[in-house]
T-cell receptor, first 116, second 114 residues
Framework: AQKITQTQPGMFVQEKEAVTLDCTYDTSDPSYGLFWYKQPSSGEMIFLIYQGSYDQQNATEGRYSLNFQKARKSANLVISASQLGDSAMYFCAMRQWGSGYSTLTFGKGTMLLVSP | DVKVTQSSRYLVKRTGEKVFLECVQDMDHENMFWYRQDPGLGLRLIYFSYDVKMKEKGDIPEGYSVSREKKERFSLILESASTNQTSMYLC?????????????FGDGTRLSIL
């Protein structure tokens, strides 16, 4: 069974500082994909960044980057220069493939609070 | 941009009622999904569909059924609602199984069963 672990229930960071949100995963498949989503208090899930298991370089999208350490099975999200609007719930998810379909398994999430 | 629309943001129903949650996507996506989200548990997959009239059970299908008669529409049905089905329900869609494209989510339906 595939599993995603987010060990930090909550994180605090000051505006303009960088923060790392942890995610570890467990899979025996050589091919997988890792996603990070942001969920503000309004409820919608916003896709942030994707990393494929065969990607040679760590993914980056603006202020978001993914610290992908394959041997450690970790895919931590790094947010640089935090903004007040970054306060939200963050979910790590892993794609798994079945017969003719693929699904996501989500971690339990980390609540990030950014203070002025 | 992909648009996934859920019919209601908030819904209150009574125990024993049959409840329908509707989801429509406008990007011709093959796959559609229903999740429920509860505090401390993250998102859990209820059912998904990878083609019209096709459905697969997710991790927690008990007490739910689904319908996909058209490609753009995926309905979640609570046959006889119970209080333990009070939750946030999220619908999502994605392009196809081989794509690295993410799942796109609707805004969610907060369902209360009294």
């Amino acid at each position: 069974a595939q599993k995603i672990t987010q060990t930090q229930p909550g994180m605090f960071v000051q505006e303009k500082e960088a923060v790392t949100l942890d995610c570890t995963y467990d899979t025996s498949d050589p091919s997988y994909g890792l996603f990070w989503y942001k969920q503000p208090s309004s409820g919608e899930m916003i896709f942030l960044i994707y990393q494929g298991s065969y990607d040679q370089q760590n993914a980056t999208e603006g202020r978001y980057s993914l610290n992908f350490q394959k041997a450690r099975k970790s895919a931590n999200l790094v947010i640089s220069a935090s903004q007040l609007g970054d306060s939200a719930m963050y979910f790590c998810a892993m794609r798994q493939w079945g017969s003719g379909y693929s699904t996501l398994t989500f971690g339990k999430g980390t609540m990030l609070l950014v203070s002025p | 941009d992909v648009k996934v629309t859920q019919s209601s943001r908030y819904l209150v129903k009574r125990t024993g009622e049959k409840v329908f949650l509707e989801c429509v996507q406008d990007m011709d996506h093959e796959n559609m999904f229903w999740y429920r989200q509860d505090p401390g548990l993250g998102l859990r997959l209820i059912y998904f569909s990878y083609d019209v009239k096709m459905k697969e059970k997710g991790d927690i299908p008990e007490g739910y059924s689904v319908s996909r008669e058209k490609k753009e529409r995926f309905s979640l049905i609570l046959e006889s609602a119970s209080t333990n089905q009070t939750s946030m329900y999220l619908c999502a869609s994605s392009l196809d199984r081989d794509s690295n494209q993410p799942q796109h989510f609707g805004d969610g339906t907060r369902l209360s069963i009294l």
